[in-house]
């Protein structure tokens, strides 16, 4: 297991023009840098929400987005759904499970959600689901385990 949030992690950036008006960027994770840029916001009831605009550097060879991809974007989500829960404090993905129900192409939004299922002192237990055009693409559960700073 890796380190995957360091405290202070926790800020929001908001963006104020184009396309992602009203969502905002968060954290400084270098893979998710590299593999994103996601967004994300909470909805009028505080509903955890995130996204993601497809690429063709996100596809495999089928032409679908690679499932590695949505895995990666599933583990920001599910971050992202349990953040205040953990109130900054570092964690790592203990188990990450995820199904595979539907595709996506190039320029699809993919819109992320979920809910902390139980939260223990150490473990957090969180489920949720990516959507395009409202219609399920991954369903995936996992557990995030509070952790110590790394040294």
């Known amino acids: 297991m890796q380190a995957r949030r360091e405290p ?12 992602w008006t009203g969502w905002s960027q968060w954290g400084s994770d270098p ?4 593999t994103g840029p996601y967004y994300c916001r909470y909805d009028a009831e505080g509903r955890p ?9 996100h596809m495999n060879g089928s032409g679908a987005m690679h499932g590695g991809a949505l895995m990666t974007f599933a583990d920001y989500t599910l971050f992202f759904v349990c953040k205040a829960t953990l109130d900054d404090a570092p964690a790592v993905t203990a188990t990450c499970n995820c199904e595979f129900v539907g595709a996506v192409g190039v320029g699809d939004l993919v819109e992320g959600t979920g809910e902390v299922v139980k939260a223990g002192r150490s473990m957090i237990f969180v489920r949720g689901t990516l959507s395009v055009g409202g219609e399920p693409v991954v369903a995936f559960s996992a557990v995030v385990k509070r952790s110590g700073a790394r040294a």
């Open 8 to 19: 202070g992690y926790g800020a929001m950036t908001p963006i104020s023009e184009g396309e």
């Open 31 to 34: 893979f998710e840098a590299m």
């Open 49 to 57: 929400r995130t996204a993601l605009r497809a690429e063709a550097r």
